[in-house]
């Protein structure tokens, strides 16, 4: 059973205009919340998190929101850059068990001129 | 800045052989990790280890085994590479502590033939 769901596959926009990208949670007990960016041939880069005791946590161009009763998160690029193109991995965290990460599918995110 | 360094970026094998994947980090890390990624599938966890000569299963350790002599360095054995390992496998680290984004390495591109 998928804990951890990233419904879209991919995502185009333009640049200038904003991004979102979207991830569901099953498991009640996640309470740590993180985005990593994935390019090609590279190792994911943590991105930017977020705890389940806060609905919104900001860094530059993305932000990310929580909304711990419909178990949902997006993140949001704005404004999206090319160099954003990359996939996009929504993964979730147990405080206090193992520090294994829950991932989703992931999301292609491609930003276009 | 934290180094997650895999040794070889790209590897090919045959089916039945022994394979080794190395995964060395300078941050003094307890925890280590090895994931695959699949297209369509995300990355899933195969093995972990949160001390020297500790390891835990993750969801797919069917066909691999893992050593952790030292504290830096945690290995990848294939014991009998099959065709259904061709994969990126990807090593993360991180502190044992709440709240700690993994960090990654580049990934190895397996290929058995």
């Known amino acids: 059973d998928q804990q951890v769901k990233q419904n879209s596959p991919s995502l185009s926009v333009q640049e200038g205009r904003i991004s979102i990208l979207n991830c569901d949670y099953t498991?009640?007990?996640?309470?740590?919340f993180l985005w990593y960016k994935k390019y090609p041939a590279e190792g994911p880069t943590f991105l930017i998190s977020?705890?389940?005791?806060?609905d919104k946590n900001e860094d530059g161009r993305f932000t990310v929101f929580l909304n711990k009763s419909a178990k949902h998160l997006s993140l949001h690029i704005v404004p999206s850059q090319p160099g954003d193109s990359a996939v996009y991995f929504c993964a979730a965290l147990t405080q206090g068990g193992s520090e294994k990460l829950v991932f989703g599918k992931g999301t292609k995110l491609t930003v276009n001129p | 800045d934290v180094k997650v360094t895999q040794s070889s970026r790209y590897l090919v094998k045959r089916t039945g052989e022994k394979v080794f994947l190395e995964c060395v980090q300078d941050m003094d890390h307890e925890n280590m990790f090895w994931y695959r990624q699949d297209p369509g599938l995300g990355l899933r966890l195969i093995y972990f280890?949160?001390?020297?000569?500790?390891?835990e299963k993750g969801d797919i350790p069917e066909g691999y085994s893992v050593s952790r002599e030292k504290k830096e360095r945690f290995s990848l054995i294939l014991e009998s590479a099959s065709t259904n390992q061709t994969s990126m496998y990807l090593c993360?680290?991180?502190?044992?502590?709440?709240?700690?984004?993994?960090?990654f390495g580049d990934g190895t591109r397996l290929s058995i033939l």
């Open positions: 280890s949160y001390d020297v000569k500790m390891k």
């Open positions: 993360a680290s991180t502190f044992l502590a709440v709240n700690q984004p993994q960090h």
């Open positions: 977020i705890s389940s005791i806060k």
């Open positions: 498991n009640s007990m996640f309470d740590y």
